[in-house]
């Protein structure tokens, strides 16, 4: 099934044309309302008389998360106030984090790319769904909600944690979609072999997938323990969120909904376009946001497109999974962490040296995330003999970690001279993780 034949099957010729002109409505649509954006082509001598057609876009200067950094919070929003109608907030790269204001017209286009994904994956009016993205500033919580009403299937907001109570619900209430990260799905698995609900004891058959990068073995495990089909969705919140690209049945790649977001492969060190079929840095440029439009957004994220039609009939271009990433952002249960972020703690703390690591791992499917970090000469002759200072000073450090990681992560004080250091370019992160 698929949800817009129109949209989703247009001939490669219609769908240029609709980018071309969209794309020239956009840019002038943010020439008029973000300075940023005016600014930045006046000073490559462009107008937006410039920007024809879709080829264009070439022409346009990038969009990186150091810009929306720097004009946090609102400086790249286009609508005024009165028309945004909700805010979702993501991880920065520093204390600051990513906002993102939506207008009712983003709000049902982005219900309406979440529909397409959803019929894409085979849920119908006649699922009960439980949607167990985290609910609240990430957009996987509301994003996949609002997407389940639009088809109108029976939406369970279970959101993440009470991995107990979930699991007897999808039993007792027979619910057969799940959205959430492939790695909860195969928490909850384990979940249910701890509690005795074996898989036909319930009755799922439909698994949304994302937020974080899986692999065929993960999709193959969770199928197997949960016996459902598994589905990948991709998005991010400075695009849209979850649904900027999602698989049919073929399963051979995501299709894009490129009449919304424009996909283009980059060269993330001369950033020239490559080929379709060479592998890149993904870049986007929403055709149609209000909100906060983004021109030639960098998502860091490697990846293909993939040329050519698909069996299952929809035209718009697939991209490949996600290979990696252009910079050291880790996504930790489904939260995008940069050690820069943990950095900005340690420099708060004057006990510490500027000397850290984070050590992450998997145990039983979850993500775990250990910070090291080194106390400081002084400090250390100070509190050796006092053990509860030590550990007022984790607790501390952990709850500082917390609040702005938004996960928690156990903490291990060491004595200087400790953490390995590098010959080169300093090492934050040992990921042990094997998710490319
Ligand atoms: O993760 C939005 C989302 C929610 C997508 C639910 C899918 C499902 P952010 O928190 O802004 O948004 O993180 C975006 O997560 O740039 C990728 O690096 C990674 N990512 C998202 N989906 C996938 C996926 C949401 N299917 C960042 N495969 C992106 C691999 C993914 N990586």
């Not at 690209?245 to 950033?271: M, R």
């Amino acid at each position: 099934m698929i949800w817009n034949p129109t949209k989703e099957c247009m001939s490669r010729e219609q769908m240029r044309e609709l980018q071309g002109k969209r794309l020239h409505k956009i840019v002038e649509y943010v020439y008029h309302n973000v300075p940023f954006y005016r600014n930045k082509l006046q000073e490559m001598d462009l107008s937006p008389a410039d920007i024809r057609t879709i080829d264009d876009i070439v022409k346009l200067p990038f969009t990186t998360k150091k810009d929306l950094r720097d004009n946090y919070p609102f400086g790249l929003q286009a609508a005024p106030q009165s028309e945004i109608i909700r805010i979702h907030a993501s991880s920065g790269t520093t204390g600051n984090p990513t906002i993102v204001g939506y207008t009712r017209k983003d709000i049902s286009i982005w219900s309406e790319c979440m529909a397409r994904s959803l019929t894409s994956f085979g849920v119908t009016r006649n699922d009960i769904f439980s949607v167990s993205y985290g609910y609240g500033l990430f957009t996987g919580g509301l994003g996949a909600h609002n997407g389940v009403e639009t088809i109108g299937a029976s939406v369970v907001p279970a959101s993440t944690g009470n991995t107990e109570k979930h699991a007897r619900l999808i039993r007792d209430l027979g619910i057969t979609g799940i959205a959430c990260t492939p790695s909860y799905a195969l928490y909850l698995a384990e979940t249910m072999d701890k509690l005795g609900i074996s898989k036909d004891q319930i009755k799922l058959r439909v698994g949304a997938f994302g937020a974080e990068p899986w692999t065929e073995n993960m999709r193959t495990e969770i199928q197997n323990r949960l016996g459902l089909k598994g589905f990948n969705i991709y998005g991010l919140s400075e695009i849209m969120g979850p649904s900027v690209s999602y698989e049919c049945e073929e399963q051979n790649g995501s299709h894009i909904n490129e009449d919304h977001f424009f996909p283009e492969i980059i060269d993330p060190v001369t950033l020239e376009p490559l080929e379709p079929g060479q592998t890149g840095e993904l870049v986007f440029t929403t055709l149609t946001k209000e909100g906060m439009p983004v021109i030639r957004y960098r998502t860091r994220d490697l990846c293909s497109l993939i040329p050519g039609e698909c069996p299952c009939g929809r035209t718009n271009v697939r991209m490949s999974a996600i290979q990696g990433r252009t910079d050291d952002m880790l996504i930790i249960r489904g939260i995008n962490v940069f050690p820069s972020q943990v950095e900005s703690v340690v420099l708060t703390m004057e006990e510490f040296a500027p000397v850290y690591m984070l050590i992450v791992d998997r145990v039983n499917n979850l993500d775990t995330l250990m910070v090291q970090v080194e106390l400081r000469p002084d400090y250390f002759n100070a509190t050796l003999d006092t053990p509860a200072a030590i550990s007022e000073l984790e607790k501390r450090f952990a709850d500082k970690l917390r609040s702005v990681l938004s996960i928690s992560a156990k903490v291990q004080i060491k004595a200087p001279g400790t953490i390995e250091r590098s010959e080169g370019k300093s090492k934050h992160v040992i990921d042990k993780r094997q998710l490319f």
